[in-house]
């Protein structure tokens, strides 16, 4: 089992509709999830962290965590073509340890 | 601010050179990161300085010799590389042992010939 699962996509969702991204964990001790945007060519940029359950909304953007049942979401709401890009979920994994594990990846693309 | 430098952009090199990429940051981070990724994969982790000192190794081939010269400043010195190594390399900092936001850079394109 991979420790860090995405949907590789690609998920195509009408601008100005709501994008959801999921993600799910494998280790049920990990501390912090972070959400990263990657553009073709580009480096991964960080739009959320989150750390608590619960909800934590930024702008357009929203995560979700639940570790009980161990996954993290984004969503992005009303999706603009910008938004096409590639999203890595992240989760540090050990506490006290400074290694991220990557998901694969998620294909976005917000379709005018 | 939350930049981090990175030269060059882009670097080709044959399979007998010697070059090393940098990395700056000036935000007081105390971790530094060398990542590198291929193509629609996910960023892989090389090494990690905590607090100017190596504290992680993936088991990297000894063609990638990192160094932290001081707070702010990573290296990653090639030799010998193969033409599988050409890829996107990426440095990113966070603050150590706090909150573990890492922040990337534009990352370095190698090409090895």
């Known amino acids: 089992q991979k420790e860090v699962e995405q949907n590789s996509g690609p998920l195509s969702v009408p601008e100005g509709a709501i994008a959801s991204l999921n993600c799910t964990y494998s280790?049920?001790?990990?501390?912090?999830f972070f959400w990263y945007r990657q553009y073709s060519g580009k480096s991964p940029e960080l739009i959320m962290s989150?750390?608590?359950?619960g909800d934590k909304e930024d702008g357009r953007f929203t995560a979700q965590l639940n570790k009980a049942s161990q996954y993290v979401s984004l969503l992005i709401r009303d999706s603009q073509p910008s938004d096409s890009a590639t999203y890595l979920c992240?989760?540090?994994?050990?506490?006290?340890?400074?290694?991220?594990?990557f998901g694969t990846g998620t294909r976005l693309t917000i379709i005018p | 601010d939350t930049e981090v430098t990175q030269t060059p952009k882009h670097l080709v090199m044959g399979m007998t050179n010697k070059k090393s990429l940098k990395c700056e940051q000036h935000m007081g981070h105390r971790a530094m990161y060398w990542y590198k990724q291929k193509a629609k994969k996910p960023p892989e982790l090389m090494f990690v300085?905590?607090?100017?000192?190596?504290?992680i190794n993936e088991s990297v081939p000894s063609r990638f010799s990192p160094e932290c010269p001081n707070s702010s400043l990573l290296n990653l010195h090639l030799h010998a590389l193969q033409p599988e190594d050409s890829a996107l390399y990426l440095c990113a900092s966070s603050q150590a042992r706090i909150d573990y936001e890492q922040y990337f850079g534009p990352g370095t394109r190698l090409t090895v010939t």
């Open positions: 280790d049920r001790g990990s501390q912090s």
């Open positions: 992240a989760v540090r994994t050990n506490f006290g340890n400074e290694k991220l594990t």
């Open positions: 989150i750390y608590s359950n």
């Open positions: 300085y905590s607090y100017e000192k190596l504290s």
